[in-house]
């Protein structure tokens, strides 16, 4: 699907008149003082996936007024120390009265807090604006950090369930970024302009066949007339200091809505790097690595939602994200014989890095709903192009000798499109929905290597030098079935891809071509008991494609001695997989058991005789996996929250290495514990503690390690300026340690630290001027004043 398709079908949509709207308009009092409630939100919800159609704050004498409520919708009224309460389409929204949360503030007692998470289909959704949890949370990556069932490591990568990878969907929608851009645009939000975030552990066949898990995170939107704006500033400091700054602006009429998001990140981060690694009866090798990275990020997107009338919505988002990396690595590599009495080689290696990265993308969409029947379409564009030169200098330590240089200069060029159409139809209380979808992508990869002569003259190196490209080509189509059968949900889908890739490997003259055809089925069912308890079981299967650094067939070096190598011939893994969730309250509970087939993995072979250490791709028989999470909140006292987590994990995989089998069960466990305290002068204290213990796979055992976080946070100003300090990992005690299980095989031992240990401080500010009141509403409100 070409941009100019998409631009024409946008003028299309932009051709059409809509009709005039009704308003709708209401007041919210509290239940038991009747008194008039101030700012609640009052939003309208699409039924079928709970995307805000709009959203208004009532006013000081608790009057709101919305443009329309469309077929197939429902108000949801909210507000801090209220029950959230949803009305239909239906009822009358004339006088909605909330009632207030239960307290008790005489005494210690331990109780569940108030309904911050629920469940959707087996899903767990965490309310995130307002949210206890997150006061003091500086960004939406510390937000995550907290969240049931998901995890962050060192380097700001996520997970679900201690091993997925999820996909990052916006308002129900997929987002297509690099991951470096992905990581800067999710630092950019503070947790005040995020509305909930849905954790699927084990989506359906609606969803791409990767999608292994989804995250979805849904932005509170700005549903009243006029501009809004928000400032978020981080800083972080340590033996260097980082800087985010992101700027938001929204500005909405009556029929569209314009968004403005802009960002400028720069600063040093810094790696560190340590191995020990030995063949039985052979030399010892000790290594040690430095790196300082001085980056700078600019990123800018824009867009805008035409709500053509109440049927028709067209939108269209366009973003550019520009990274420059300037990295300082420094190594020393020291050998000696066996038992450490004599010194074989010490050599000190620079690896300067200078590196670039440009990505621009395009999304548009339209959705058309009447009634009960619903079409939509979702069109992304990306293009990312990558820049890097290094310079590989090794030396004699002692003496400064040169021993070799060699330089490297990489272009590496990613192209991805994507067009999909869904459609579903409301039959009674059954929904059926079917869609198709295309994708598409070319990635590109030429890195030449010039080595120093003995005559001081870069000679071109054609063994490490290497032309890599990589196409490939999905087609895939779903249809499944949802159905209500009084307390009873059930949902039933099929999928099928099917994938056309070419791999060629142009320097060795060597091309992989498949086409493969995979059908994929769903199951979930849902039992709601009442509305503190529910029971949800999933099942699902899916499948994970080899990605383009796990099939380039050459050399990406960690070191001159030290790199890994794709396999083009890596064929793809499956994965089945069942989930129990049950949820009282809000202590939910998830079991999870699956089994995946060709796991896709690498390995180290080293070599004694040239000392290298190289990691080579390969697939798995099959790997077993397990899971058991808990997640409970208690109120101890009305200013002390407790928030527990506890995960337990099993894995157990089947792997052939260097003509050994290796089947090891593994048993490992996670403890987490957010402590939110709200102190006088409206000050929030939050301390957070994660505890891993240790675990691995067959080849290597991960070492124990855990963490602790303390901050504090403070609104000022009617909360238009919010301000936050932390301390993230006050220990410095999250450095991953791994050490080779078999040392009769090889005793390899390393250690991966990142300056996660750091202060942040952060600012965050809310300006504009939009008004939900038309003229009627204002009148009301002049009237009451003049009573």
């Known amino acids: 699907m070409t941009i100019k398709l998409w631009l024409s079908l946008l003028l299309l949509f932009l051709s059409l008149f809509g009709k005039a709207q ?337 990505n621009y993308g395009l999304t548009a969409d339209y959705s058309f709903q009447n009634k009960g029947f619903k079409l939509s379409f979702l069109g992304n564009y990306l293009t990312v192009k990558n820049k890097q030169k290094d310079d590989f ?117 060597s091309i992989v071509s498949r086409n493969y055809l995979e059908w994929l089925p769903s199951f979930s069912t849902t039992y709601t008991f009442n509305k503190t308890n529910e029971l949800s079981l999933s099942y699902s299967r899916k499948i994970t494609r080899p990605v383009f650094s796990q099939l380039n067939p050459f050399r990406v070096y960690y070191s001159p001695l030290n790199y890994w190598i794709g396999n083009p011939y890596l064929q793809p893994s499956f994965t089945s997989q069942i989930k129990l969730t049950y949820r009282y309250k809000n202590w939910v509970t998830g079991v999870t058991v699956g089994k995946e087939k060709d796991v896709m993995t690498r390995y180290p072979v080293y070599n004694p005789e040239t000392n290298v250490l190289e990691y080579l791709g390969t697939n798995l028989p099959y790997r077993k996996f397990a899971s058991v999470e808990t997640s409970f909140p208690v109120k101890l006292t009305k200013w002390w929250n407790v928030t527990s987590q506890i995960a337990g994990y099993y894995n157990d995989e089947f792997r052939p290495y260097l003509d050994e089998v290796f089947a090891l069960k593994i048993y490992s466990y996670e403890l987490r514990v957010n402590q939110v305290f709200s102190l006088p002068k409206g000050y929030t204290v939050n301390l957070f503690a994660n505890y891993e213990s240790k675990t691995g796979n067959s080849l290597y055992i991960i070492k124990p390690r855990y963490t602790v976080d303390l901050s504090v946070q403070k609104s000022w100003f009617n909360n238009t300026l919010n301000t936050k300090i932390a301390y993230n990992n006050i220990f410095d005690s999250y450095n991953q340690q791994l050490e080779f299980r078999h040392k009769q095989i090889m005793d390899n031992r390393f250690t991966h630290w990142w300056d996660s240990s750091r202060l942040i401080i952060s600012v965050a500010y809310s300006f504009g001027s939009s008004k939900y009141q038309t003229k009627d509403i204002q009148k009301t409100e002049e009237e009451n004043r003049a009573r």
């Open 393 to 509: 200098i090794n030396r004699d330590q002692p003496t400064t000798e040169l021993l070799s240089y060699w330089k490297s200069d990489m272009l590496n060029n990613i192209d991805i499109q994507t067009a999909q159409i869904d459609a579903s139809q409301k039959i009674g209380n059954a929904d059926i929905e079917a869609g198709i979808k295309y994708s598409r992508s070319d990635t590109n990869n030429n890195i030449r290597y010039d080595t120093l002569s003995v005559d001081d003259r870069f000679v071109f190196d054609p063994e490490r030098s290497n032309m890599f490209s990589y196409k490939e080509k999905i087609w895939a189509g779903y249809l499944s079935y949802r159905q209500k059968f009084g307390k009873l949900q059930v949902n039933a889908g099929l999928r099928f891809e099917n994938t056309q890739s070419i791999s060629d490997a142009v320097t060795r003259d």
């Open 22 to 358: 009704e308003t709708v308009k209401g007041k919210v009092l509290d239940s038991e003082t009747k008194k008039e409630i101030f700012r609640a939100e009052i939003s309208v919800l699409n039924e079928s996936d709970r995307r805000i159609i709009q959203k208004v704050q009532t006013d000081s004498s608790g009057f709101f007024q919305l443009n329309t409520i469309p077929d197939g919708s429902y108000l949801s009224i909210q507000k801090n120390d209220y029950e959230i309460r949803k009305l239909e389409k239906t009822e009358d929204f004339s006088l909605i009265e909330l009632k207030p949360m239960a307290e008790n503030i005489s005494e210690v007692v331990i109780r569940a807090t108030g309904r911050s998470i629920k469940l959707n289909d087996g899903n767990i959704v965490m309310s995130v604006s307002g949210n206890k949890d997150f006061k003091t949370s500086a960004n939406l990556i510390e937000v995550l950090k907290k969240t049931p069932g998901v995890s962050i490591d060192q380097e700001g990568a996520i997970f679900i369930g201690g091993r997925i990878t999820p996909a990052i969907f916006i308002d129900g929608k997929p987002i297509v970024m690099s991951s470096q851009e992905l990581q800067a645009y999710l630092r950019s939000l503070p947790p005040e302009m995020v509305e909930s975030i849905e954790v699927n552990a084990n989506p359906s066949s609606k969803y791409d066949a990767e999608f292994k898990g989804i995250i979805d995170i849904r932005l509170k939107r700005n549903g009243n007339l006029g501009w809004k704006g928000n400032y978020n500033g981080n800083t972080y400091i340590n033996r260097f200091s980082y800087r985010e700054n992101a700027l938001n602006l929204s500005y909405n009429t009556a029929k569209t809505a314009y968004s403005l998001q802009a960002s400028y990140n720069n600063g040093i981060s810094i790696y560190k790097y340590n191995a020990l690694q030995r063949l039985a009866n052979t030399n010892v090798m000790q290594t040690t690595t430095h790196q300082e990275d001085e980056g700078q990020i600019y990123s800018v997107q824009t867009g805008a939602d035409f709500r053509i009338n109440d049927k028709n919505r067209v939108g269209i988002n366009v973003r550019g994200n520009f990274r420059k990396n300037e990295r300082s690595r420094f190594g020393s590599l020291y050998t000696t014989n066996k038992d450490g009495s004599q010194l074989i080689f010490n050599t000190e290696s620079e690896n300067p890095i200078d590196y670039s990265q440009e």
